[in-house]
């Protein structure tokens, strides 16, 4: 754990570092906040359900920037055979980076709390959708976050890294939009992979355990996939 912790600190130091972590940041706040207001006005509701899905369609461009440079950037560098040989095992890097990345994530997430803020002062919203939707929101983040993290070992060019990761993040999304062009089979099959599909529920204000089951297990997959992505190229 303490190997895992310390990797998660080194990358936090190069997000804020770098004009990367800012500029995400930024465009992501001035992005939900755009939408909220938008919303707001438009509905005069006191939810956050518009806005969640907003957030989401602009987390699928954001978190390939976020997760562009956690492999990419080490194997231009070169540091990544360095860091291997290293005392540290390869899920210990994996975990490491998935953490860095998920904890600028949360920070940005957090920062619309101030959205929950306003909608409590002027209105009297139910609490239980806004906080299924938030828990919504993180799970369907973090597995972005974790299948951006596999397109960062496939290269070392961090804008191939964040098309690769934008194009498999989008393609998992709208998968059950093309369920209705193929047999009941793959139908089940494209509704279940589809990462919109058990967001659904929880922006509704059901927590349903199969769908963080599904979120859980996705991000575990991909990180599974990622280290063995690692240990290939050890034997290239």
């Known amino acids: 754990m303490k190997n895992i912790l310390t990797i998660a600190k080194k990358e936090l130091r190069t997000y804020f570092t770098s004009p990367v972590a800012y500029v995400v940041f930024v ?5 939900s906040g755009y939408f909220f207001t938008a919303i707001l006005f438009v509905t005069r509701q006191a939810s956050l ?27 231009k560098l070169g540091t990544l055979e ?24 949360s920070v940005m997430l957090l920062s619309t709390l ?5 909608i409590f002062k002027y209105g009297n919203p139910d609490s239980g959708p806004i906080i299924s939707t938030y828990i919504g929101v993180f799970l369907c983040g973090i ?11 496939l290269t070392e060019n961090q804008i191939i890294s964040a098309i690769i990761g934008f194009s498999l993040v989008l393609l998992l999304w709208i998968s059950n939009w093309l369920s209705s062009y193929i047999g009941e089979a793959g139908q089940n099959f494209l509704n279940y992979i589809s990462l919109s599909t058990h967001l659904d529920d929880f922006i509704k204000g059901v927590i ?29």
């Open 143 to 153: 597995a972005f976050i974790a299948l951006g993290l596999f397109a960062s070992t």
């Open 208 to 236: 349903d355990l199969k769908d963080v089951i599904y979120y859980l297990s996705f991000v575990v997959l991909w990180l599974f996939i990622s280290i063995r992505s690692i240990e290939v190229r050890k034997w290239r």
């Open 114 to 118: 101030v959205y929950v803020l306003i």
């Open 27 to 31: 465009i992501f706040l001035i992005l």
């Open 82 to 105: 360095i860091l291997m040989t290293k005392p540290v095992k390869d899920f210990e890097v994996v975990l490491g980076k998935f953490m860095a990345a998920v904890s600028l994530f």
């Open 49 to 75: 359900s518009g806005v969640a899905y907003n957030i989401i369609i602009t987390l699928l461009f954001l978190v390939p920037l976020i997760t562009m440079k956690l492999f990419a950037e080490e194997k």
